[in-house]
T-cell receptor
Framework: AQSVTQLDSQVPVFEEAPVELRCNYSSSVSVYLFWYVQYPNQGLQLLLKYLSGSTLVKSINGFEAEFNKSQTSFHLRKPSVHISDTAEYFCAVCRANSGYALNFGKGTSLLVTP | DADVTQTPRNRITKTGKRIMLECSQTKGHDRMYWYRQDPGLGLRLIYYSFDVKDINKGEISDGYSVSRQAQAKFSLSLESAIPNQTALYFC?????????????FGSGTRLTVV
């Protein structure tokens, strides 16, 4: 079985400060890794993904995540957050031999204040 | 039109009633999924389908059933709704040819059981 642990349920941060949202997974085989974002009262949007290749992946709005196989982690970072980054963030993994079903963490609520 | 359409968007129903949530897609994907989202629990997989003849239980299938009427349609039923099935339900599709990359989510159905 595989599981995803998001270590922080809530992360309050001031605008323009850096932020890291932590994600660890457990799996004995190769996985694909994702971060999804859910803005208030909206659906899920893919933020970034790691499938293979470079372990550092970046989104168009300044977020980045690094796949660390030895630590089984996929932490999400942004050097300077904006008010508009306030949202729920979900880490997810999937494996080919589980029907490509996404297994989600419980989510981290990022609250950015002035 | 959206690639993955869920109906209804919102529904309030009474305990013991049968209710069906519908999902249709125009992506042409074979794989379809139903998830439920609860605050603090993230998204959990209810059922998934590889094609019309292949239905699989997910993590929390008890109390739910599904029907894959066609490649494009995947319905979720609650045979006798109970209050703890109050949640936000998401349908999703994926394209296995893209290695788990091609997930598309619907906008969600907010179900309240009173």
């Amino acid at each position: 079985a595989q599981s995803v642990t998001q270590l922080d349920s809530q992360v309050p941060v001031f605008e323009e400060a850096p932020v890291e949202l932590r994600c660890n997974y457990s799996s004995s085989v190769s996985v694909y890794l994702f971060w999804y974002v859910q803005y208030p009262n909206q659906g899920l949007q893919l933020l970034l993904k790691y499938l293979s290749g470079s372990t550092l992946v970046k989104s168009i709005n300044g977020f980045e995540a690094e796949f660390n196989k030895s630590q089984t982690s996929f932490h999400l970072r942004k050097p300077s957050v904006h008010i508009s980054d306030t949202a729920e963030y979900f880490c997810a993994v999937c494996r080919a031999n589980s029907g490509y079903a996404l297994n989600f963490g419980k989510g981290t609520s990022l609250l950015v204040t002035p | 039109d959206a690639d993955v359409t869920q109906t209804p968007r919102n529904r309030i129903t009474k305990t013991g009633k049968r209710i069906m949530l519908e999902c249709s897609q125009t992506k042409g994907h074979d794989r379809m999924y139903w998830y439920r989202q609860d605050p603090g629990l993230g998204l959990r997989l209810i059922y998934y389908s590889f094609d019309v003849k292949d239905i699989n239980k997910g993590e929390i299938s008890d109390g739910y059933s599904v029907s894959r009427q066609a490649q494009a349609k995947f319905s979720l039923s609650l045979e006798s709704a109970i209050p703890n099935q109050t949640a936000l339900y998401f349908c999703a599709t994926s394209d296995p040819g893209t290695g788990g990359n091609g997930y598309t989510f619907g906008s969600g159905t907010r179900l309240t059981v009173v």
